[in-house]
């Protein structure tokens, strides 16, 4: 069965370096999206991309963000200059329609320290 | 309160009894969807219904929808320990909907004890 990966499971990295979290989603979904638990609380939405383009932002996806499809497969998340406070869960899913479904890959733990 | 809060927060059940978690939004939806996550896992998606459906079904799991109440209910019947997880639910449309950008709450810990 498709399935969404992420990679890498785990990040850990120092507070003002830049991170990329990448996603490789269900190769004919045409919606994709990034969300962040931190930990012990509830997902929160990010950001949506379709049609190569940003479709929705979040208040938490400020300028310090970015995403990105380099090519035809994968989807990445971009954090300019990390923040303790971005530590946390971040999951990419993807759908092929706005009104269906949408599947999570497994996640990548940022840590900031 | 939020978009998407169930209740309650935790149940314990024992293996083979029903489970039900409930959760009630705020704004108009498109549909509701429920998840499952284990403990520092993935999301697994379980179940979708539709603003216009009233009762889905999919396994040993059943999904209500109540628009006029803007509440929804999960139910696990003969519930097993591997059921052990956070169930969570997922509504769309409050960032427009048409992307289908989700908002969740904040989940139910069911504990089903062997």
């Known amino acids: 069965e498709p399935e969404v990966t992420q990679t890498p499971s785990h990040q850990v990295t120092q507070m003002g370096q830049e991170v990329i979290l990448r996603c490789v989603p269900i190769?004919?979904?045409?919606?994709f999206y990034w969300y962040r638990q931190i930990l012990g609380q509830k997902v929160e939405f990010l950001v949506s991309f379709y049609n190569n383009e940003i479709s929705e932002k979040s208040e938490i996806f400020d300028d310090q963000f970015s995403v990105e499809r380099p090519d035809g497969s994968n989807f990445t998340l971009k954090i300019r200059s990390t923040k303790l406070e971005d530590s946390a869960m971040y999951f990419c899913?993807?759908?092929?329609?706005?009104?269906?479904?949408?599947?999570f890959g497994p996640g990548t733990r940022l840590t900031v320290l | 309160s939020q978009q998407g809060e169930e209740d309650p927060q935790a149940l314990s059940i024992q293996e083979g009894e029903n489970a039900t978690m409930n959760c009630s939004y705020k704004?108009?939806?498109?549909?509701l969807q429920w998840y499952r996550q284990n403990s520092g896992r993935g999301l697994v998606h379980l179940i979708l219904?539709?603003?216009?459906?009233r009762e889905k079904h999919s396994g040993r799991l059943r999904v209500t929808l109540d628009t006029s109440k803007k509440s929804s209910s999960l139910l696990i019947t003969a519930s097993r320990a591997a059921d052990t997880a956070s169930y969570f639910c997922a509504t769309d449309g409050f960032y427009g909907g048409s992307q289908g950008n989700l908002i969740f709450g904040k989940g139910t810990k069911l504990s089903v004890k062997p």
């Open positions: 190769s004919n979904h045409l919606y």
């Open positions: 704004t108009s939806i498109n549909n």
């Open positions: 219904i539709r603003s216009n459906e």
């Open positions: 899913a993807s759908s092929d329609s706005g009104r269906n479904e949408q599947f």
